[in-house]
């Protein structure tokens, strides 16, 4: 596999004049390069080895989601005073990934994967991964298996590993497929699997030996912290008080949060006897988009049916605007749609089921949030990609409903609303993995592969 990733590495090499022609001609591409190029201008970006040091561990996460999967372990080497290099893919994840330099500046570099801008020979503009890293120790999240990583963590690694690591959504039917995987996985030294059920289709389908494979999520200490400190956030919100006031008339089991949700699902406000609840005040239901753009909330403004009244928070909003829209919701029942960012974990913590939106599109979003939240959870069929959703399902299999129609929402959520969330299950289940952390955090920081 070494020869392999080699070989790709250097075909990307011969390649870097042209991509850098047609850069020039597609938007797309010119974008991409223009985020790689500030690699060489920002400070976070300058490596420990030009001030003679080297990073403890260096982590590479894709986008926002797996930045979230290894932030727990990442905040815990920074808070250590270990130095620390962060590789990152997509753009999306810049805001954060640079909000973490701010915080730790002396801790922490950051580098934006060239995944155009790669060569292994200087040229104007391109980069090698190997003159920025450092670090004796890699870990990826998930599936970002790029050659330049592999060959690094082979290479110039004393340990390499993968965490989040699943085979969901991966065709093992064939021999070579699974041969293939085999090869690839072969090349860490440990493997953090997402859920059991991931560690016994690495045992079970790829042989991997199972020395080097562990079980743990690092999202559920994640989110436990999040939900912990819910209160002391959602009190810093202005509307909050109000929303509370508004929201807890009604039991817990009464109550529903939309969370994540795109305009295709509002077909689940269709139904007529649910409708009734919601004016009836049976059922308190509160929305919030996936995207918190005018457009976006607009477009689902203007689906949601006519005879259902539906009510927007948005985050500017001062208290005298707040205090009447809670009025009129309150003389006349309906949807309210929040369109306040960054506090839909904490959100959760107040309702006793959520549907999380994503799931009749490309793929659920986080399940995990709401079941930590202790909310029954409703969801779309789209979940080949969560190892949350079989996370949930492997601890507690009845509080995960899957809605595959939307038009059936309303009787399955109906049919299971009054039922009790299993809050004795799932606090054990929580303190074994905050009782776990330490164990497994010092499994991985520990330097040497044979001691795994």
């Excluded at 597609?26 to 030009?50: G, I, V």
Aim: net charge positive; charged share 20%.
């Amino acid at each position: 596999m070494t020869f392999f990733y080699f070989s790709i590495c250097i075909l990307h090499t011969l390649l870097a004049p042209f991509i850098m022609i047609l850069s020039t001609l597609h938007p797309l591409t010119r974008k991409r390069l223009l985020f790689e190029k500030r690699n060489l201008t920002d400070p976070a970006c300058r490596s420990f080895a030009k001030d003679h040091m080297q990073a403890s561990v260096a982590f590479e996460v894709s986008s926002e989601g797996e930045l979230e999967q290894i932030r727990p372990l990442l905040i815990k080497v920074l808070n250590k005073q270990k130095k620390v290099e962060l590789i990152y893919c997509s753009e999306s994840v810049e805001k954060k990934c640079q909000e973490l330099y701010r915080e730790y500046p002396q801790l922490l570099r950051l580098y934006r994967l060239p995944l155009l801008s790669f060569a292994f020979i200087p040229m104007t503009h391109f980069q090698h991964i190997f003159n920025f890293l450092t670090a004796d120790q890699l870990i990826l999240c998930r599936y970002d298996f790029y050659p330049e990583l592999m060959l690094y963590g082979v290479l110039k690694t004393q340990k390499f590993i993968l965490v989040s690591a699943t085979l969901k959504n991966k065709k093992l039917r064939n021999f070579v497929s699974r041969l293939i995987y085999k090869s690839l996985f072969n090349q860490f030294d440990l493997i953090v699997c997402a859920t059991q059920s991931d560690e016994n289709q690495f045992c079970n389908i790829l042989h991997l030996a199972k020395n080097k494979l562990q079980v743990y999520d690092f999202r559920v200490v994640q989110i436990l912290s999040r939900v912990e400190n819910a209160p002391n956030v959602l009190e810093t919100k202005l509307f909050y008080p109000l929303f509370k006031e508004w929201f807890t008339t009604v039991p817990d089991n009464h109550r529903i949060i939309f969370g994540s949700i795109w305009p295709l699902e509002i077909s689940m406000f269709h139904n007529q006897h649910f409708i009734e609840e919601i004016k009836q005040n049976h059922i308190k239901c509160v929305l919030a988009p996936h995207k918190l753009n005018q457009d976006f909330i607009s477009e689902i403004s203007q689906l949601i049916p006519p005879h259902l009244p539906h009510y927007i928070i948005g985050p500017k909003m001062d208290l005298s605007t707040c205090q009447n829209i809670f009025s009129k919701l309150t003389q006349k029942p309906g949807l309210l749609i929040l369109t306040v960012p960054a506090i839909l974990c904490e959100l959760y913590t107040n309702a006793g089921n959520a549907f999380v939106g994503g799931g009749h599109g490309r793929s659920i979003h986080s399940v995990l949030e709401p079941y930590v939240g202790m909310c029954k959870v409703f969801c779309g069929p789209k979940t080949h990609r969560s190892t949350e959703y079989d996370l949930i399902k492997d601890y507690s299999t009845n509080q995960i409903h899957v809605v595959t129609n939307l038009e059936d929402f309303s009787r399955i959520f109906m049919d299971n609303y009054r039922e009790d969330v299993d809050i004795i299950n799932r606090k054990r289940i929580f303190y074994e993995f905050n009782d776990k952390f330490e164990s497994v955090f010092d499994q991985i920081l520990s330097k040497k592969a044979e001691n795994v």
